[in-house]
């Protein structure tokens, strides 16, 4: 039988990534020597042992970027299960029931032309007891009557079996529609990554400025934009023109008809600025340059940190800082921001236009960090080299261990590090700092979970 050649898909990322970021974990599990790694490597599409591309992760647990029919996910290899193993053959079966435990989808490998054996049951009583939706593949069904052997394989009690050669690619197209078809369908709230203007939230507490900076921005650049094709504005919205692209500031009626300012209405302003806020993609959080951070401004910017927009800081009436209000507002910005060192920041004026080009190309950087991805392999090969270096303090006689690590998502960039204890928060805290100083993020806030072994 010749080669079937593997059905050809997408190698660009971008065209593959899920709207929103989210990614599932299929995890290859099987006995030693059943072609789980070939299967692996056909399914990322290389020919080459995945182990050499990830030095320092071990072949325990590789975890690798796929996608297929437009849909991304994690393909975790894992080492072979053995049940009833002892040393380092036990401590490879725990990672494989590890990696069961951490995945949306199981592929359980069994050997064609071996059949199904004990250790092969003993494999199906534990994917039972995980309860995570199993498909079942004989591989090494490199002719016809080997496809037939397969048949076989429905004594296992997992359903259908999938006949494959991972070797020569046959039957692997069917496999990867079936691993979609079993995968929890994705979010159908398209959060961020949408079509049309990038949307801003322009927010701050009363008289920082933000009207003034609406109505520089609207006549300095072209023009406000009424309509943009192939997009509905709500009316409280406005159409700005900055730098070449169209921006949509959010809820901007107020701003715009100047109505905010009566009395007593900190508690309507602070609903109206979460309102904003949870509409867009980035916050451009005024402050007022000439006093001091206040209590009010903190909890503007909390406000969009928290909704897990990206985050502009721009010190607007900048005219008014002499050297001595410099000298002071450099050590308010250590004390008062310390928390968000990583926002964009600016120095405006919207009275004398100053520096007000520098917004957009601000905005810009912010949403990009936002939208990141960090590559698994380059995720799990950084992280395993820093926690090499620095491990995680002694907790109860062990330090707790990293497995693996993989972006659940953007907008914000979400990681998920699979570990074998609880993190202090310390070290949560170090790894998000490393992580910053490696990948970068600037303006944009970064989740990172840490999900301990049970
Ligand atoms: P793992 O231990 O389960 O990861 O197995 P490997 O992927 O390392 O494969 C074990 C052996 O089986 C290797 O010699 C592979 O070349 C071979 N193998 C894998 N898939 C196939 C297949 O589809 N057909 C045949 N004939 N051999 C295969
Ligand atoms: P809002 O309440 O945040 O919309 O603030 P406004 O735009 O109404 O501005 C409040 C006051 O600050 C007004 O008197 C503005 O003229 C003044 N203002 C706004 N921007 C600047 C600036 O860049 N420099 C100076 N010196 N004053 C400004």
Redesign the pocket.
């Known amino acids: 039988f010749d080669d079937v050649p593997f059905p050809s898909f997408s190698t660009d990322p971008e065209t593959a990534s899920a709207p929103n970021g989210w990614q599932p974990i299929v995890a290859v599990v099987g006995r030693p020597n059943v072609g789980k790694s070939t299967l692996v490597n056909r399914i990322i599409g290389r020919r080459q042992a995945v182990v050499e591309d990830v030095p320092g992760v071990t072949r325990d647990r590789v975890p690798y970027d796929a996608h297929w029919n437009g849909r991304r996910f994690t393909v975790v290899d894992t080492g072979g299960w053995e049940p009833d193993a002892k040393d380092r053959a036990a401590a490879i079966a725990a990672q494989a029931e590890i990696a069961v435990q951490t995945a949306d989808v199981v592929v359980f490998v069994v050997d064609a032309i071996v059949g199904a054996t004990d250790m092969d049951e003993k494999a199906v009583r534990m994917l039972r007891r995980s309860a995570k939706p199993v498909i079942l593949v004989g591989n090494k069904a490199d002719n016809q009557n080997l496809e037939l052997e397969v048949n076989s394989l429905w004594s296992l009690g997992l359903g259908e079996p999938f006949p494959i050669s991972a070797l020569h690619g046959r039957g692997s197209g069917d496999l990867l529609d079936a691993i979609l078809a079993a995968m929890p369908p994705a979010p159908a709230i398209i959060e961020g990554v949408r079509r049309g203007p990038r949307r801003v939230a322009l927010v701050?507490?009363?008289?920082?400025?933000?009207?003034?900076?609406l109505?520089r921005l609207a006549h300095e650049e072209r023009a406000v934009v009424d309509s943009v094709a192939g997009t509905t504005v709500d009316p409280v919205d406005s159409l700005v023109e900055m730098d070449g692209e169209i921006f949509q500031f959010i809820d901007t009626a107020g701003?715009r008809k100047?109505v905010?300012?009566a009395s007593g209405t900190e508690y309507y302003a602070s609903l109206r600025t979460a309102g904003a806020v949870e509409g867009a993609e980035v916050g451009v959080v005024?402050l007022d340059a000439?006093e001091v951070i206040s209590e009010q401004d903190q909890r503007v910017l909390t406000s969009v940190v928290e909704a897990g927009r990206a985050l502009v800081i721009a010190f607007?009436?900048?005219?008014?800082v002499d050297e001595d209000r410099r000298f002071y507002l450099d050590k308010e910005i250590d004390r008062e921001l310390k928390r968000i060192p990583w926002a964009v920041r600016v120095n405006?004026?919207?009275?004398?236009g100053?520096a007000v080009d520098k917004l957009a190309p601000a905005i810009r950087k912010a949403l990009a960090s936002w939208e990141k991805r960090i590559q698994t392999g380059a995720l799990n090969q950084w992280l395993t080299a820093l926690t090499q270096a620095t491990p995680h303090p002694v907790r109860g006689g062990r330090a707790p261990r990293v497995l693996f690590a993989t972006q659940a998502g953007v907008a914000p960039p979400r990681f998920v590090l699979f570990t074998t204890g609880p993190f202090d928060a310390g070290y949560q805290r170090f790894v998000e700092r490393k992580l910053r100083e490696e990948f970068g993020f600037e303006g944009s806030p970064v989740e990172i979970a840490v999900r301990p072994r049970k």
């Open positions: 701050g507490r009363p008289n920082v400025g933000k009207s003034s900076l109505n701003l100047r905010n300012q005024l000439g607007n009436k900048w005219d008014l405006i004026s919207a009275k004398t100053r």
